[in-house]
């Protein structure tokens, strides 16, 4: 029994970190959209060292823009405690592009928002329901967030300053 006990133990230790090293291949060919300029991999959007917090959001989804706004009152200050780079991912497809832009505007949004083709970044980072927040380093996800709720977004910069805490 000890015998099939390590074999199976091996067995997960290898695919855990060889799909961890998939990911990251599959992060670099991801192609994103900015609101301005050309399509682009996601690796060009990010140094490899820093700390990305990902937020997918939905133009349709009143939750994602409550967190995207709560995000936003307080992202300056953000920017001043820690070194990060913000990402809002929109995951809307076909027509409903065409609203991102000037919901960016209308809502002044500072921070940098891109469009997701395809769903490529989404379905390589698992995520399946809006809004969610990932926050990455060096290509891993080290916390996941999902839904919103008001203060919930306090919780995302002290995850951010303990990871750069630990590094």
Not at 30 to 39: D, E, H, I
Not at 44 to 71: H, M, P, R, Y
Not at 82 to 108: I, S, T
Not at 160 to 165: D, E, G, N, R, W
Request: include cysteine.
């Amino acid at each position: 029994m000890k015998i099939f006990s390590m074999k199976s133990t091996g067995l997960y230790l290898l695919l855990f970190f060889s799909g961890r090293a998939v990911a990251q291949i599959q992060l670099d060919s991801v192609l994103l959209k900015p609101l301005k300029g050309p399509n682009a991999s996601f690796s060009s959007f990010t140094q490899k060292d820093s700390i990305v917090l990902i937020c997918f959001w939905s133009s349709g989804s009143e939750a994602s823009i409550n967190a995207l706004n709560a995000i936003n009152t307080k992202f300056e200050n953000w920017k001043q405690l820690v070194g990060f780079k913000m990402m809002a991912v929109c995951v809307d497809e076909g027509k409903d592009v065409g609203r991102v832009r000037p919901m960016v505007n209308a809502y002044g949004w500072i921070f940098d928002v891109y469009i997701d083709i395809n769903g490529d970044l989404r379905k390589t980072l698992k995520s399946v329901s809006l809004p969610q927040s990932i926050i990455l380093y060096k290509g891993q996800v080290l916390y996941q967030q999902s839904g919103f709720e008001s203060g919930s977004e306090d919780y995302l910069i002290k995850r951010i300053q303990a990871i750069i805490l630990h590094r």
